[in-house]
């Protein structure tokens, strides 16, 4: 049995999604899943465009044996080495001794600390801007280095005008038949998915995303190929605009975040009163999220999207509440930045979150620090309420 679909003339999807997995690299929880997109281009010669994960090895196999009809593969273009990508190598190795893998010189090294076969043999390595021809089909490969790993490559289909982009464009979710954006309807179902993914994957690495995008840019790129996710053949300036958004840390929209570390409930409800009083300001883009109840992924994925953050802490063991420290370091680690931010901290005894929360923020860069704060013992009091007030207006002020 196989399950594949036509890209191109030429192009066929030959990939697969896991329904049943928890974590995607067991850090980040998937509930709609996740795809691994493999290619193969049927030209004059065959040409595979990476392999896919062990938990859909079996259905990969088939789909590429059905659309091989019986053919040799050529050449195995290895854009990325991430086990996801790559789990079937070997096989495709014992299966078709002589295929060709087309790989750049910082890929041979991992492929040999993933796997034990003659690799040098087998390798023909490319590099920037170098062409394979296949018979119709004229390829060119491009480094990406960090978006994510450092041997990324993106395969450029000239005849077609296909980019096969490796991790960059992916997202969170399994495929259900329809394999191409304008076949779902990508900005009410996908966008969260493929926005989490991009700031949670490769987020860390905007200046090197914006390398790439300045490279692609350079090309008549018709088609997006991602290893992750829909495929893309209408709009693509659309998606196009939000990675540059995205790796330039630019906020999507005007809004404001609300995370709360809340042991009680007494700094949620600060949160709350908070929240309300811009919604009578007229702030109609606010997300708020309780950081013991929600993966810190999502929280990191909507301080991407939107341009202020709230974080009202308690504090806990004389330092800030536990998941919220977590969420702050996220931040730190993925290079959050050009953000203005608000503080509430809330002690019984000795109020320190505040405080480390800013310390935290101000190694950041282009995190502008509100001087207004809010500041409470255990549970709120009307002059606190005054402060959150105050401080609604000066997040007002800066929107």
């Not at 620090?369 to 809010?374: A, I």
Request: hydrophobic share 45%.
């Amino acid at each position: 049995m196989h399950c594949t679909r036509k890209v191109t003339e030429d192009i066929i999807w030959i990939g697969a999604s896991d329904r049943r997995l928890a974590l995607f690299e067991n850090a980040y929880p998937v509930p709609r899943g996740i795809s691994y997109n493999s290619y193969l281009l049927l030209d004059e010669q065959t040409v595979l465009f990476d392999t896919a994960d062990k938990a859909v090895a079996d259905r990969f196999l088939e789909n590429l044996l059905y659309a091989l009809g019986g053919r040799n593969l050529d050449y195995l273009v290895i854009d990325h080495m991430e086990p996801d990508h790559c789990h079937a190598l070997a096989e495709l190795v014992s299966r078709w001794p002589d295929m060709k893998l087309v790989v750049n010189s910082r890929t041979l090294p991992l492929i040999k600390q993933f796997f034990d076969f003659d690799i040098e043999s087998r390798a023909i390595v490319v590099r920037e801007g170098d062409k394979l021809n296949t018979g119709h089909h004229t390829l060119s490969f491009w480094f990406a280095p960090m978006v994510h790993w450092p041997e990324v490559m993106v395969t450029y289909d000239s005849a077609d005008m296909v980019l096969f982009s490796a991790d960059a464009f992916g997202t969170f979710g399994a495929l259900c038949g329809n394999i191409f954006a304008d076949e779902v309807n990508f900005a009410l179902d996908w966008l969260d998915g493929a926005r989490r993914y991009y700031t949670n994957i490769v987020g860390k690495y905007g200046a090197q995303t914006t390398v790439l995008l300045n490279k692609i840019s350079q090309l008549d790129v018709r088609m997006l190929c991602p290893l992750h996710g829909p495929i893309w053949r209408k709009n693509l300036p659309w998606y196009i605009d939000k990675y540059r958004k995205w790796a330039a840390w630019e906020p999507e929209e005007k809004g404001v975040l609300i995370a709360f570390g809340s042991i009680y409930g007494h700094t949620e409800n600060a949160a709350d009163i908070l929240a309300a009083a811009l919604a009578d300001r007229g702030v109609r883009n606010i997300a708020m999220y309780d950081v013991s109840a929600v993966h810190p992924s999502y929280i990191v994925a909507d301080a991407f999207r939107f341009s202020h953050l709230v974080l009202a802490s308690s504090t806990y063991n004389n330092g800030i509440f536990s998941n919220m420290e977590t969420l702050l370091l996220d931040l730190k680690a993925h290079n959050l930045q050009n953000r203005t931010a608000a503080v509430i901290e809330n002690g019984s005894w000795a109020p320190q979150s505040g405080k480390l929360i800013r310390e935290i923020l101000s190694s950041m860069k282009n995190i502008d620090v509100l001087d207004r704060s809010v500041t409470f013992r255990s549970s709120l009091k009307p002059a606190q309420e005054q402060d959150l007030q105050q401080l609604a207006d000066e997040l007002c002020k800066t929107l």
